[in-house]
């Protein structure tokens, strides 16, 4: 039997896990009883296991047929661990109580990933090279993917890691329809804070006064004109401004008032353009009131990029194995981000979505992914274990050929 057939032999296996760890999500880098889940699920599998000194990370490393000629080569896939602090409204047998929820469908890739551990292992033998098995907390933040790098992670199998793939369930796509692009996919992601000085006084004398909330309210206005104007289109930015804070009482003039927001890039260059521009956006505009500003950028997630090779080969395998209408090309990136994308800056590889709205819900009432009200329909399970599994023994057959 091929992938697709052995994993629907184990489709009751992984919908029993990914229903456990639905029921009881961990949130951050700090997930002991996922990770424990994790551990027990591989027990017993050809494995070589570590686990994180920083984060509750899983590696495992499963090491295929050899030696073979030439340079060994090795696969990295990766399934994320972490929920979300969403209290959980979906009705579900399996729901959480926890005040967290699996909002983003981590618990389906914890169990995709260890469907595909063990499909592999089952063909050993038969696989020209190493492949890498990545069980990453704190995807939501603070971010588990950099920590792991910085253990040892793409070293851990003796060498250098050739190609990286992970698959990541999108609660609003029809049912076990794959898509990704090649090229940028997902935003880098990176956060803006302003705090404006004034000077405080009555509310009923602002001319005795230097009020900071116009100011911030005017910056607020001048961030989404600024991205209209300064940003190029084809290059796309989107700055959100989430949360602002001012005063205690309504006829007090604040001394302060703050800003944040969430600031999204495609590409390096729009970063450090933004990065020198808008701390000069604010102060200006601050001074031009009598205020002063100070303005902190916060970098995070770079830009999830797919390895335009990597991506031939994943669109041509996965319509292989599943048909043509199921694997259809992503029309333009996403502005969410993903630090897989550390992962790819150092590794060719893919990022891909797979659609997991169930069939009885209809498109226009699909929640979004993070919705304390979406569902995944963990059917999608045997095929996500099956298209990793046999993404990595593909890709090690090709750079074994060459």
Not at 190 to 218: C, F, I, K, L
Not at 220 to 241: E, G, H
Not at 290 to 295: K, L, N, Q
């Amino acid at each position: 039997m091929g992938f697709v057939d052995d994993a629907a032999t184990i489709q009751e296996d992984l919908v029993a896990l990914r229903r456990r760890l639905h029921a009881r999500p961990e949130v951050g880098n700090d997930l002991p009883l996922t990770q424990a889940a994790v551990l027990e699920a591989l027990d017993g599998l050809p494995l070589e296991i570590t686990t994180g000194e920083r984060v509750s990370s899983v590696v495992a490393v499963l090491r295929g047929r050899g030696p073979v000629a030439g340079e060994r080569r090795t696969v990295l896939l990766r399934g994320d661990m972490d929920g979300l602090p969403v209290t959980e409204e979906t009705g579900l047998d399996h729901a959480a109580t926890t005040g967290t929820m699996h909002a983003c469908g981590h618990d389906l890739h914890v169990a995709g990933l260890v469907g595909a551990a063990r499909l592999l292992c089952a063909r050993r033998d038969t696989l020209p090279g190493d492949v890498i098995f990545m069980f990453q907390p704190g995807e939501e933040g603070p971010g588990g993917a950099l920590p792991m790098i910085e253990e040892g992670l793409l070293s851990v199998a003796g060498g250098a890691v050739d190609a990286a793939f992970a698959i990541h369930v999108f609660g609003m796509l029809e049912r076990g329809v794959f898509t990704t692009r090649p090229g940028p996919m997902m935003a880098g992601s990176n956060q803006v804070h302003v705090t404006v000085h004034g000077r405080g006084g009555h509310g009923s004398m602002p001319y005795s006064s230097v009020d900071p909330v116009p100011v911030a309210a005017e910056i607020v206005l001048a961030l989404q004109s600024y991205v209209t104007r300064r940003i190029n289109v084809f290059d796309p930015v989107v700055i959100t401004v989430g949360r602002v804070e001012a005063g205690t009482a309504v006829n007090v003039i604040p001394d302060t008032a703050t800003l944040s927001a969430t600031v999204r890039t495609l590409s390096t260059a729009s970063r450090e353009q933004l990065q020198r521009e808008l701390p000069r956006l604010a102060e200006g505009i601050a001074s031009a009131h009598g205020c002063t500003a100070e303005v902190e950028f916060i970098v995070g997630y770079p830009v999830t990029v797919n390895d335009g090779e990597a991506h031939r080969h994943t669109v041509a395998h996965l319509r292989e194995l599943f048909g043509e209408e199921r694997v259809v090309p992503m029309p333009e990136p996403l502005m969410g981000s993903e630090d897989f994308s550390y992962v790819l800056d150092r590794v060719p590889g893919t990022f891909v979505m797979l659609g997991a709205r169930p069939a009885d819900v209809a498109a226009e009432d699909a929640q979004a992914n993070h919705s304390a009200k979406v569902v995944f329909d963990d059917g999608v399970l045997g095929d996500q274990a099956a298209a990793l599994a046999s993404l990595a023994a593909s890709t090690l057959e090709r750079l074994t050929a060459r």
